[in-house]
């Protein structure tokens, strides 16, 4: 009889305990306190700016947390700091994201700062969700050159979206809208950060004759030359001839094979400055924040080249010609109004659509190709300014910097990280 009663009393207990666990009252009670006293702090200035709506969020829930239980942070509150803690991955850094208050706080059983937990963590998701749609740096940064419009995302909705999904990776990764081309790019960032934890680039000083050992290990880890011709012994073999060739293929270099001045200066880049350029042009995907149309024309400023689609696929390529102010254009999407064909000249009128600190605006603007193709409005238009990208089969290739953009902005998304 007694064996019966204890083990009706841990049934008892076991039972009772999920559905105290799931009201979670004890850590509702502390978020109530902060909102009615106004001390609710999520960490992000973004989501702190438009707090009613995250309030209006929480009340629907009854104040219940969103992240965390009475006991301490839900699975799905690890899963999301893990995800932030590989932000580096998208060229950010997870100190945006407060990852070091969330990590020291995860451990954490008194209500208060489990209540703080759960505001960090909703912040931070709508802060990361928010810097994959729009990127980091706002539209009319001096130096930036993005014109782009911000897609507007609501903090509420973001949030429990996050919160609902099964798979934060990939509710995260949906924002982007699978764009191939930023993925590549994610892969590229990831592989030079493990060559350079591991210490196996060479460093490069230009104005000293390099050695073929630097050279061919440089070229190995580029893929510039091949594993199976590790093996070379001169600089005039075939194979590393052709490697230098790849080389400097990739980086728009003239294919003289010969370890010119240009060739030398670009070896001698370090890793590092190699990885942030990648950074740079990964934020300039971002603000590709709208998907491109079926008919649409995308416009490279840095190498001035032209890709024209119609109906989902690639009609032609073509090149800018000298065209009045290119190097005031920013990155923006437009649409076009007129064509005017010459022969192999076509000009293009393209009404830009530009956001701004000042709001946003319209800019009429007129293009110069050297091309023969055949295309009419309406088609959308979207410029940018990309300075190295991931092809297909994984090589890194680069543009010149035209209009000595890669800087400035450096400055702009390294100081805003800092």
């Given at each position: 009889?007694?064996?019966?009663?204890?083990?009706?009393?841990?049934?008892?207990?076991v039972?009772?305990?999920?559905?105290?666990?799931?009201?979670?009252?004890?850590?509702a009670?502390?978020?109530?306190?902060m909102?009615?006293?106004?001390?609710a702090?999520?960490?992000?200035?973004?989501?702190?700016?438009?707090?009613?709506n995250?309030r209006?969020?929480?009340?629907?829930?009854s104040?219940?947390?969103?992240?965390?239980?009475d006991?301490?942070?839900k699975?799905k509150a690890?899963?999301?700091?893990?995800?932030?803690?590989t932000?580096?991955?998208?060229?950010?850094?997870s100190a945006l994201?407060k990852?070091d208050?969330?990590e020291?706080?995860?451990?954490?059983t008194?209500?208060?700062?489990?209540?703080?937990?759960d505001?960090?963590?909703s912040?931070?998701?709508f802060?990361f969700?928010?810097?994959l749609?729009?990127?980091?740096?706002?539209?009319?940064e001096?130096g930036?050159?993005?014109g782009v419009?911000?897609?507007?995302?609501?903090?509420?909705e973001y949030?429990?979206?996050?919160?609902d999904?099964?798979n934060?990776?990939?509710y995260?990764?949906g924002?982007l809208?699978?764009d191939?081309?930023?993925i590549?790019?994610?892969?590229?960032?990831?592989?030079l950060s493990?060559?350079?934890?591991?210490?196996?680039w060479?460093?490069?000083?230009?104005?000293?004759?390099?050695?073929?050992?630097?050279?061919?290990?440089i070229?190995?880890?580029t893929?510039?030359l091949?594993?199976?011709?590790?093996?070379?012994?001169?600089?005039?073999?075939?194979?590393?001839?052709?490697?230098?060739?790849?080389y400097?293929d990739?980086?728009?270099?003239?294919?003289?094979?010969?370890?010119?001045?240009?060739?030398?200066?670009e070896?001698?880049v370090?890793l590092a400055d190699?990885?942030?350029q990648?950074?740079?042009?990964?934020?300039?995907?971002?603000?590709?924040?709208?998907?491109?149309?079926d008919n649409?024309i995308?416009?490279n400023?840095?190498?001035?080249?032209?890709?024209?689609?119609?109906d989902?696929?690639?009609?032609?390529?073509?090149?800018l010609a000298?065209s009045?102010?290119?190097?005031e254009?920013p990155?923006?999407?437009?649409?076009?109004?007129?064509v005017?064909?010459?022969g192999?000249?076509?000009r293009?009128e393209?009404?830009?659509?530009?956001?701004g600190?000042?709001?946003?605006e319209?800019?009429?603007?007129?293009?110069?190709?050297?091309?023969?193709?055949?295309?009419?409005?309406?088609?959308?238009v979207?410029?940018?300014?990309i300075?190295?990208?991931?092809?297909r089969d994984?090589k890194?290739?680069f543009?010149?910097?035209s209009f000595g953009?890669?800087?400035?902005?450096g400055?702009?998304?390294f100081?805003?990280?800092s």
């Amino acid at each position: 009889m007694m064996r019966s009663f204890v083990f009706a009393f841990l049934l008892l207990v076991v039972t009772s305990l999920p559905s105290a666990a799931a009201n979670n009252e004890a850590v509702a009670a502390e978020l109530t306190k902060m909102f009615e006293a106004g001390s609710a702090d999520t960490g992000s200035e973004a989501v702190n700016a438009q707090f009613d709506n995250v309030r209006a969020y929480y009340t629907t829930r009854s104040n219940k947390p969103v992240w965390v239980r009475d006991n301490g942070p839900k699975s799905k509150a690890k899963a999301l700091l893990r995800e932030l803690k590989t932000s580096a991955g998208h060229g950010l850094d997870s100190a945006l994201y407060k990852t070091d208050e969330i990590e020291s706080l995860m451990s954490q059983t008194d209500p208060a700062e489990l209540a703080r937990l759960d505001m960090l963590l909703s912040g931070a998701v709508f802060e990361f969700g928010n810097h994959l749609r729009n990127g980091l740096i706002e539209p009319g940064e001096n130096g930036a050159f993005n014109g782009v419009r911000p897609v507007e995302i609501d903090p509420a909705e973001y949030i429990g979206g996050a919160a609902d999904a099964g798979n934060f990776f990939q509710y995260a990764s949906g924002i982007l809208g699978q764009d191939k081309r930023y993925i590549r790019m994610q892969g590229k960032i990831s592989e030079l950060s493990r060559i350079e934890e591991s210490d196996r680039w060479p460093k490069i000083d230009p104005y000293a004759p390099i050695q073929l050992g630097e050279l061919r290990d440089i070229l190995l880890l580029t893929g510039d030359l091949p594993i199976a011709n590790a093996d070379v012994e001169s600089f005039e073999e075939a194979a590393m001839v052709q490697a230098i060739k790849n080389y400097q293929d990739r980086h728009n270099i003239g294919m003289s094979g010969k370890l010119d001045g240009t060739t030398r200066k670009e070896l001698a880049v370090t890793l590092a400055d190699r990885i942030n350029q990648i950074r740079l042009n990964i934020e300039r995907r971002r603000w590709q924040n709208l998907p491109l149309e079926d008919n649409h024309i995308y416009i490279n400023l840095a190498d001035r080249s032209v890709r024209v689609v119609i109906d989902g696929e690639t009609a032609g390529f073509a090149d800018l010609a000298d065209s009045e102010n290119l190097g005031e254009i920013p990155t923006t999407y437009g649409k076009l109004l007129t064509v005017e064909k010459d022969g192999d000249k076509t000009r293009l009128e393209v009404e830009l659509e530009l956001a701004g600190s000042n709001g946003n605006e319209t800019r009429t603007v007129d293009l110069a190709l050297d091309t023969s193709l055949d295309f009419e409005p309406p088609m959308q238009v979207f410029i940018t300014y990309i300075t190295t990208w991931v092809s297909r089969d994984g090589k890194l290739h680069f543009a010149p910097d035209s209009f000595g953009r890669d800087e400035a902005l450096g400055k702009l998304l390294f100081d805003e990280q800092s």
